[in-house]
């Protein structure tokens, strides 16, 4: 069955950096794009980022210059590195798969709390 585990949050000061994991399985992950999701207390699920197949990447305006998301196909992980961190990017991050540009993001996983402060 289709699994998304996130790990890597935790409490970090502002100005500082986080590295979350996501490992997947149950599925074949090198044909999906992957995406980063944030959903803070009271707010909006928001995609924060996404990485294509091929490689190719799109951010949210919050987190551009900041975030970097990557893949590694062969550990069938996908990554998000987050660089200068702020009190509003306090939030549970998850991430998802998707087949193509056309379909849904499904199969979350269970989320892990970045907690950043000020």
């Known amino acids: 069955q289709v699994q998304l585990v996130e790990s890597g949050g935790g409490l970090v000061q502002a100005g500082g950096s986080l590295r979350l994991s996501c490992a997947a399985s149950?599925?074949?992950?090198?044909?999906?794009?992957m995406g980063w999701f944030r959903q803070a207390p009271g707010k909006e699920r928001e995609l924060v980022a996404s990485?294509?197949?091929?490689?190719?990447?799109d951010y949210a305006d919050s987190v551009k210059g900041r975030f970097t998301i990557s893949r590694d196909n062969a550990k069938n992980t996908v990554y998000l590195q987050m660089n200068s961190l702020k009190s509003e990017d306090t939030a549970v991050y998850s991430c998802?798969?998707?087949?193509?540009?056309?379909?849904?993001?499904?199969?979350w996983g269970q989320g892990t709390q970045v907690t950043v402060s000020s």
């Open positions: 998802a798969r998707r087949l193509g540009s056309g379909a849904p993001f499904n199969s």
């Open positions: 149950g599925f074949t992950f090198s044909t999906y794009t």
């Open positions: 990485i294509r197949r091929g490689g190719n990447t």
